[in-house]
């Protein structure tokens, strides 16, 4: 009788919810990581679709070997180089951080939002969706067609030019609904950080467990989080996909 | 007469052993239109886009208003925005409205202020009988409507000379009239204009001259009149024949 466990679903609630604060401290950690690495990847990955299509015999090889690369290797894989290529070259790491601090309902919650773990995570994460990201531009860069930039050429407009009024406009508005599929996905990945140390919602949860040793309430809760989160994300790049839409078509 | 606004001289054209242009030569006036008639797949678009250096030639030479295109140095960005281009399937920028397809060239090439370039696209798309549908975005006119855009688009940046490269041949049979007739008006009005077409109509209409090309090479040219009453060529005198049947000469529609 001594090993029987017998359910107590509200105590088990109410003693996970205790831990709000490390619930928080993790969700603002996995939104600081999706947001920077979305935001990078946008930046790096639209980058790297026009190499691949406008730039030229070098640079567009150069753009499809990394998106080849990245897409073809596990992010767990890129996650660990990133991570050991310091040691293994001998780079001696120094330990620093910055975070925020504040108090709220009595508990104080502090977060580091930059140490060299932080960094591995949202360099690897950043480049990991950019090559995703990049193959979602190029695909709507292509359904736009070269004729556009032609008509934009032949108005004198230059090839950047005609990129960047033309044909972006146009592409950055198609690409919504296949683009939100990295928007929905990677708040997810963002969980493999917890591998290498950084205190995400994943890794707070695992404390939370080894707290309270209620496991499955502790996760579904998660689930619960990451659940509302990727629906508003979808919801929001819904909106926004018909808000944006031009008249017509 | 006066100097030539193009001249094309001799030019090449092939795509791996397909050969489209076979050294073809011609001299455009200024307010001269001419009309060249190509059959289908003989590298009509080839002949617009070799003049405007936007799919330059192997060989040969192309001047505009005495200045080689041909020459490594020339800012081909700046001949463009001198020589218009209208379209078969339009290519309106789908994201603009008809007044930002038309002013976005003289802001983002002749840099134009805001309300000079609007006011301007404005004009432009009076002359073309578009100006009530300004705010419209492309997908929401037709496509004669549209290619009328597209003709102000092109007049907007006030080009030495405009292309059209078989302007109406994507239009239902209804639309091509007041495509035909905007083209009219401003050949009247002065325009310096090559026009590959099949609206043998028009040709008679307006044109200086007429070439037919064939094979890459310019089988027969002429005015208007020779064409009609004494053509001399085999090949043409079936051609023309053809576009007849096919195409008819649309001249009811013209109010000439």
Same mark, same amino acid.
């Given at each position: 009788m001594i090993f029987q466990y017998l359910p107590e679903p509200i105590?088990?609630?109410? =003693?996970?919810?205790?831990?709000?604060?490390?619930?928080? =401290?993790?969700?603002?950690?996995?939104?600081?990581?999706?947001?920077?690495?979305?935001?990078?990847?946008?930046?790096?990955?639209?980058?790297?679709?026009?190499?691949?299509?406008?730039?030229?015999?070098?640079? =567009?090889?150069?753009?499809?070997?990394?998106?080849?690369?990245?897409?073809?290797t596990p992010l767990l894989a890129q996650l660990f180089l990133f991570y050991f290529l310091p040691y293994s070259l001998r780079i001696p790491i120094v330990k620093w951080n910055y975070g925020i601090n504040f108090v709220l309902f009595g508990k104080d919650i502090s977060i580091i939002l930059l140490n060299h773990r932080v960094l591995v995570g949202i360099i690897t994460l950043s480049l990991n969706s950019s090559a995703y990201q990049a193959e979602y531009f190029r695909g709507a860069i292509l359904?736009?067609?070269?004729?556009?930039?032609?008509?934009?050429?032949?108005?004198?407009?230059?090839?950047? =030019?005609?990129?960047?009024?033309?044909?972006?406009?146009?592409?950055?508005?198609?690409?919504?609904?296949?683009?939100?599929?990295?928007?929905?996905?990677?708040?997810?990945?963002?969980?493999?950080?917890?591998?290498?140390?950084?205190?995400?919602?994943?890794?707070?949860?695992?404390?939370?467990?080894?707290?309270?040793?209620?496991?499955?309430?502790?996760?579904?809760?998660?689930?619960?989080?990451?659940?509302v989160l990727i629906t508003t994300i979808s919801k929001g790049l819904d909106y926004i996909y018909k808000r944006t839409s031009i008249p017509g078509l | 007469m006066g100097k030539p606004v193009i001249s094309v001289v001799d030019i090449w054209k092939s795509y791996n052993d397909l050969n489209v242009l076979n050294g073809v030569s011609f001299e455009l006036m200024e307010k001269e239109v001419k009309v060249i008639f190509?059959?289908?797949?003989?590298?009509?678009?080839? $002949?617009?886009?070799?003049?405007?250096?936007l799919n330059p030639?192997?060989?040969?030479?192309?001047?505009?208003?005495?200045?080689? $295109?041909?020459?490594?140095? /020339?800012?081909?960005?700046?001949?463009?925005?001198?020589?218009?281009?209208?379209?078969?399937?339009?290519?309106?920028?789908t994201h603009l409205k008809a007044i930002d397809n038309v002013s976005i060239g003289l802001r983002r090439v002749k840099g134009l202020s805001k309300e000079e370039a609007h006011e301007k696209a404005l004009m432009a798309l009076k002359s073309v009988k578009m100006a009530e549908w300004a705010d419209h975005y492309p997908?929401?006119?037709? *496509?004669?409507?549209?290619?009328?855009? *597209?003709?102000?688009?092109?007049?907007?940046?006030?080009?030495? /000379?405009?292309?059209?490269?078989?302007? @109406?041949?994507?239009?239902?049979?209804?639309?091509?009239?007041?495509? $035909?007739?905007?083209?009219?008006?401003?050949?009247?009005?002065? @325009? @310096?204009?090559?026009?590959? @077409?099949?609206?043998?109509?028009?040709?008679?209409? /307006?044109?200086?001259?007429?070439?037919?090309? *064939?094979?890459?090479?310019?089988?027969?040219? *002429?005015?208007?009149?020779?064409?009609?009453t004494s053509p001399e060529s085999e090949r043409v005198k079936k051609f023309l024949k053809q576009l007849e049947v096919l195409y008819g000469s649309h001249e009811e529609l013209l109010k000439l």
């Open positions: 105590d088990d609630l109410l =003693s996970v919810l205790g831990y709000w604060d490390l619930m928080l =401290s993790g969700f603002i950690m996995t939104m600081w990581l999706y947001g920077i690495a979305l935001l990078m990847g946008f930046i790096i990955g639209l980058s790297f679709a026009i190499f691949r299509q406008y730039g030229g015999w070098i640079l =567009s090889r150069i753009a499809t070997a990394y998106i080849e690369l990245i897409r073809g359904s736009i067609g070269t004729e556009q930039l032609i008509a934009a050429q032949s108005l004198g407009m230059s090839r950047l =030019s005609g990129i960047r009024h033309i044909i972006l406009p146009q592409a950055l508005r198609r690409v919504i609904p296949a683009w939100s599929n990295e928007a929905a996905y990677l708040p997810k990945y963002t969980v493999v950080v917890y591998f290498i140390g950084v205190l995400e919602l994943f890794a707070q949860a695992h404390n939370i467990v080894a707290y309270t040793f209620v496991s499955l309430l502790t996760y579904i809760i998660v689930a619960i989080i990451f659940l | 190509v059959p289908s797949g003989s590298g009509k678009s080839t $002949l617009l886009r070799c003049i405007n250096m030639p192997d060989k040969g030479e192309i001047y505009l208003r005495g200045q080689n $295109l041909m020459d490594s140095d /020339v800012d081909l960005n700046k001949i463009r925005s001198r020589i218009g281009m209208v379209f078969q399937h339009f290519n309106l920028f997908a929401q006119l037709s *496509g004669g409507q549209q290619q009328r855009v *597209g003709i102000a688009r092109a007049l907007a940046m006030e080009p030495d /000379v405009i292309l059209f490269d078989e302007p @109406t041949s994507a239009l239902d049979p209804e639309l091509i009239g007041e495509v $035909l007739q905007v083209m009219l008006d401003i050949a009247k009005s002065g @325009t @310096t204009m090559i026009v590959v @077409t099949h609206e043998l109509g028009f040709a008679k209409a /307006v044109s200086s001259e007429m070439i037919f090309l *064939g094979e890459g090479v310019i089988l027969e040219r *002429g005015t208007p009149e020779h064409f009609f």
